[in-house]
């Protein structure tokens, strides 16, 4: 867009320097191009009736006309619902109050026409309207026609006389000039291809749309753009690297072969002799390859790193492992350490507890090569770490480290970088995948080894208490070892903390003769260590922890995963805690004990969680719930602060988008043909304005 859209917004008709300061404060709209962007987050169409039949839960607000045939209360005290029984004649549809149900049987009438506006929601199998607005079908109220979009809006504004309809009625001022300004970003073939409206008639739409089919058309045509734009320059990193970036080329598999045929503990599933081989591909490409393993937890990524560690220590290079925390990093050092002693490879651990006497030696024989695995937490990233050649750089549950973090080990090697497989158990869904790790290759593993059992889920209420406690005997006679979960956050640290050593004696009361350990964040590193070890050496039976475990530790003895106040934990890291048991042969169990009072979302994750062990179905269910920003953590969540599109419901644009930007780059890699040259202009001028742009990368 020209300049015009950098005027100021104060120069508006009607806006001035004092409504121009609070528009910046709190809706952070400073120009002309800030205001025709910033969308209506909803419409109201009151341009027409729906018929009953018609109606689903995708849709906006709708428009019903009616009468209501019969009223029901169900559920008591804080259960209790209205229920509305609403037909026009040839369909029903039920309408539901939580609030105010005395005075809505007192004012709405059975057997008088209405006219019905609201969002049809899903509730269960059923479509039904909740809080509808009700009115009389006069003749008024039948004629009404209107298509109305609904700005968010703040409650200083408001306070102040802005609401959506003041931002509707600045946006009609500014659209009159505006107009003649507004320029076009999208190539008319892809546009005709894509079935895309012009720019100028999507901006229009998407604030003054007459109907539903010319706001979806403007939906359509902005969210494809913005997907577009982003997936366009990941493509363009990831083919800019590809083509930049030599990689060593590992393709000795005598090494590998040798762990196969003495060692390998177990036949690898077919997914990760799938994801090995994408990895072989890319490690004799001669690029340097930057690839995502995402595996659903306990689908066995460790043994595909070492096995990468094995082409990589084949090929005269080295490896190393880094891990967010001291227990993976050791877990991982144990584990991998049982395979290297018999193989003849050097291996070192390299942690913050790690004295400085033991640093000095592990630092000389990676200088001179004699060391080849070297595992860790962030204190590989140290400077005084330094290899002799690092060919391939592994990080394990990518979504504890920040992008800075992965590239500081890339500058490992001076002169070709490693290879870079980063792991992560957080499944994302597809959308998300595309969007944050859309410059890397993406493998994932998507089967669990074989004759493991579903771990079998529970919800308990907190007053089943001694039901799970008889369980948790039963279990631990049987040999097995419990691990009880609570919440910290930090917010109600002290209260949190009270309720896990409470926890904890009561523990210890109910079973006076089963050693238990206890962690926390609050104890110092080592005691934490210690207490882990305990746990992981068999030595205690019950863990009692706050979340400080949810990441990586495998204990396969280990077959119950309690977690207390399961309502305040997010889904994937219910996931999460989950996965740290059904590790081993015995049949494990999840129980999540809740408090009564269940808000909709907890009820929701809580019965997910119970219906299915599937990560990525989690992670589906948790997109739509919480949004993109949250599941990411703050972390990354700054680069999705999307305009329109959203990646919980957009997939299907998403893919479109990608796949559209991936043609145009295959064809017209530099952006050079005359076709491409609007593509060409609203990259760089994205690239001067959008902040949000860099830290995608
Ligand atoms: P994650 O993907 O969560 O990092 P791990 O690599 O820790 O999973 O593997 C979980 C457990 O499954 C480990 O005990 C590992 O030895 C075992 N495992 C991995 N692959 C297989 C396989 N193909 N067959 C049987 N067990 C396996
Ligand atoms: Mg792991």
């Given at each position: 867009?020209?300049?015009?859209?950098?005027?100021?917004?104060?120069?508006?008709?009607?806006?001035?320097?004092?409504?121009?300061?609070?528009?910046?404060?709190?809706?952070?709209?400073?120009?002309?191009?800030?205001?025709?962007?910033?969308?209506?987050?909803?419409?109201?169409?009151?341009?027409?009736?729906?018929?009953?039949?018609?109606?689903?839960?995708?849709?906006?607000?709708?428009?019903?006309?009616?009468?209501?045939?019969?009223?029901?209360?169900?559920?008591?005290?804080?259960?209790?619902?209205?229920?509305?029984?609403?037909?026009?004649?040839?369909?029903?549809?039920?309408?539901?109050?939580?609030?105010?149900?005395?005075?809505?049987?007192?004012?709405?009438?059975?057997?008088?026409?209405?006219?019905?506006?609201?969002?049809?929601?899903?509730?269960?199998?059923?479509?039904?309207?909740?809080?509808?607005?009700?009115?009389?079908?006069?003749?008024?109220?039948?004629?009404?026609?209107?298509?109305?979009?609904?700005?968010?809006?703040?409650?200083?504004?408001?306070?102040?006389?802005?609401?959506?309809?003041?931002?509707?009625?600045?946006?009609?001022?500014?659209?009159k000039t505006a107009e003649q300004h507004i320029r076009e970003t999208l190539p008319e073939n892809l546009r005709i291809q894509q079935k895309l409206i012009s720019?100028?008639?999507?901006?229009?739409?998407?604030?003054?749309?007459?109907?539903?089919?010319?706001?979806?058309?403007?939906?359509?045509?902005?969210?494809?753009?913005?997907?577009?734009?982003?997936?366009?320059?990941?493509?363009?990193?990831?083919?800019?690297?590809?083509?930049?970036?030599?990689?060593?080329?590992?393709?000795?598999?005598?090494?590998?072969?040798?762990?196969?045929?003495?060692?390998?503990?177990?036949?690898?599933?077919?997914?990760?002799?799938?994801?090995?081989?994408?990895?072989?591909?890319?490690?004799?490409?001669?690029?340097?390859?930057?690839?995502?393993?995402?595996?659903?937890?306990?689908?066995?990524?460790?043994?595909?790193?070492?096995?990468?560690?094995?082409?990589?220590?084949?090929?005269?290079?080295?490896?190393?492992?880094?891990?967010?925390?001291?227990?993976?990093?050791?877990?991982?050092?144990?584990?991998?350490?049982?395979?290297?002693?018999?193989?003849?490879?050097?291996?070192?651990?390299?942690?913050?507890?790690?004295?400085?006497?033991?640093?000095?030696?592990?630092?000389?024989?990676?200088?001179?090569?004699?060391?080849?695995?070297?595992?860790?937490?962030?204190?590989?990233?140290?400077?005084?770490?330094?290899?002799?050649?690092?060919?391939?750089?592994?990080?394990?549950?990518?979504?504890?480290?920040?992008?800075?973090?992965?590239?500081?080990?890339?500058?490992?090697?001076?002169?070709?970088?490693?290879?870079?497989?980063?792991?992560?158990?957080?499944?994302?869904?597809?959308?998300?995948?595309?969007?944050?790790?859309?410059?890397?290759?993406?493998?994932?593993?998507?089967?669990?080894?074989?004759?493991?059992?579903?771990?079998?889920?529970?919800?308990?209420?907190?007053?089943?208490?001694?039901?799970?406690?008889?369980?948790?005997?039963?279990?631990?006679?049987?040999?097995?070892?419990?691990?009880?979960?609570?919440?910290?956050?930090?917010?109600?640290?002290?209260?949190?903390?009270?309720?896990?050593?409470?926890?904890?004696?009561?523990?210890?009361?109910?079973?006076?003769?089963?050693?238990?350990?206890?962690?926390?964040?609050?104890?110092?590193?080592e005691a934490k260590d210690f207490e882990m070890a305990r746990f992981v050496k068999g030595e205690t039976k019950i863990m009692v922890a706050t979340t400080v475990?949810?990441?990586?530790?495998?204990?396969?003895?280990?077959?119950?995963?309690?977690?207390?106040?399961?309502?305040?934990?997010?889904?994937?890291?219910?996931?999460?805690?989950?996965?740290?048991?059904?590790?081993?042969?015995?049949?494990?169990?999840?129980?999540?004990?809740?408090?009564?009072?269940?808000?909709?979302?907890?009820?929701?994750?809580?019965?997910?969680?119970?219906?299915?062990?599937?990560?990525?179905?989690?992670?589906?269910?948790?997109?739509?719930?919480?949004?993109?920003?949250?599941?990411?953590?703050?972390?990354?969540?700054?680069?999705?602060?999307?305009?329109?599109?959203?990646?919980?419901?957009?997939?299907?644009?998403?893919?479109?988008?990608?796949?559209?930007?991936?043609?145009?780059?295959?064809?017209?890699?530099?952006?050079?043909?005359?076709?491409?040259?609007?593509?060409?202009?609203?990259?760089?001028?994205?690239?001067?304005?959008?902040?949000?742009?860099?830290?995608?990368?």
């Amino acid at each position: 867009m020209s300049n015009f859209f950098e005027t100021s917004i104060e120069f508006l008709k009607g806006v001035g320097p004092q409504r121009a300061a609070l528009l910046q404060k709190e809706l952070k709209i400073f120009n002309y191009g800030d205001l025709i962007q910033r969308y209506p987050f909803r419409y109201e169409d009151r341009t027409k009736f729906y018929s009953i039949s018609e109606v689903n839960d995708e849709m906006p607000y709708v428009q019903l006309k009616g009468k209501f045939t019969d009223f029901e209360i169900i559920g008591t005290k804080y259960k209790k619902r209205l229920v509305g029984y609403f037909s026009d004649g040839k369909g029903e549809i039920e309408m539901v109050w939580f609030q105010r149900v005395d005075w809505v049987i007192k004012k709405i009438k059975p057997n008088i026409e209405y006219v019905v506006f609201g969002k049809p929601t899903r509730f269960g199998n059923k479509i039904n309207i909740a809080h509808p607005e009700v009115e009389p079908a006069t003749e008024n109220n039948l004629k009404r026609n209107s298509f109305q979009p609904i700005y968010p809006i703040s409650e200083k504004l408001r306070a102040r006389y802005i609401d959506s309809k003041q931002i509707a009625k600045f946006q009609f001022e500014l659209f009159k000039t505006a107009e003649q300004h507004i320029r076009e970003t999208l190539p008319e073939n892809l546009r005709i291809q894509q079935k895309l409206i012009s720019k100028r008639e999507a901006l229009k739409n998407i604030h003054f749309a007459k109907t539903q089919e010319l706001l979806m058309a403007a939906q359509q045509r902005l969210k494809f753009e913005e997907l577009f734009f982003i997936q366009l320059r990941l493509i363009k990193m990831k083919l800019v690297r590809q083509g930049k970036f030599k990689g060593e080329v590992f393709n000795d598999t005598n090494l590998l072969t040798k762990f196969y045929k003495e060692q390998l503990p177990f036949e690898l599933t077919e997914a990760q002799k799938k994801v090995v081989r994408e990895i072989y591909s890319d490690l004799k490409s001669g690029k340097q390859m930057n690839r995502l393993l995402q595996g659903d937890v306990g689908s066995g990524k460790t043994i595909v790193a070492f096995i990468c560690m094995l082409l990589a220590i084949g090929g005269e290079a080295q490896a190393a492992l880094m891990a967010p925390t001291e227990i993976l990093a050791q877990q991982h050092f144990s584990n991998l350490k049982k395979y290297t002693d018999k193989m003849g490879i050097t291996i070192a651990l390299l942690t913050g507890s790690v004295k400085k006497s033991q640093r000095k030696p592990i630092h000389e024989k990676l200088e001179s090569g004699e060391l080849k695995i070297l595992i860790g937490t962030h204190a590989l990233l140290e400077e005084e770490v330094k290899f002799k050649k690092l060919g391939l750089a592994i990080i394990d549950e990518q979504h504890r480290f920040g992008v800075a973090q992965r590239s500081k080990l890339w500058q490992k090697n001076a002169d070709v970088y490693p290879h870079v497989l980063v792991m992560t158990a957080t499944p994302i869904p597809r959308t998300l995948a595309m969007t944050l790790y859309g410059d890397l290759e993406i493998s994932t593993i998507d089967e669990l080894p074989k004759g493991r059992k579903p771990i079998k889920t529970r919800h308990q209420f907190d007053s089943q208490r001694l039901k799970v406690n008889g369980f948790i005997r039963s279990q631990v006679d049987a040999g097995r070892q419990v691990y009880v979960v609570y919440p910290l956050i930090e917010e109600s640290e002290k209260l949190d903390l009270k309720h896990l050593m409470d926890g904890y004696e009561s523990m210890t009361r109910a079973f006076p003769d089963v050693p238990i350990s206890i962690v926390h964040g609050q104890m110092k590193p080592e005691a934490k260590d210690f207490e882990m070890a305990r746990f992981v050496k068999g030595e205690t039976k019950i863990m009692v922890a706050t979340t400080v475990i949810e990441v990586g530790v495998d204990v396969p003895n280990a077959s119950v995963m309690i977690i207390e106040s399961a309502e305040r934990f997010g889904l994937s890291q219910l996931h999460q805690l989950r996965g740290r048991v059904g590790r081993g042969a015995e049949q494990s169990f999840c129980i999540l004990i809740t408090s009564f009072k269940l808000s909709a979302d907890s009820k929701t994750r809580i019965e997910t969680m119970v219906r299915t062990n599937n990560g990525f179905e989690i992670a589906e269910t948790d997109l739509k719930l919480r949004g993109p920003g949250d599941l990411m953590g703050t972390q990354q969540s700054g680069s999705l602060d999307l305009l329109i599109a959203d990646l919980g419901k957009d997939g299907k644009i998403l893919q479109q988008a990608r796949d559209a930007a991936n043609q145009i780059l295959t064809n017209d890699p530099a952006l050079a043909k005359p076709e491409n040259v609007l593509i060409k202009h609203q990259i760089e001028s994205l690239r001067k304005t959008a902040v949000n742009w860099s830290r995608i990368s």
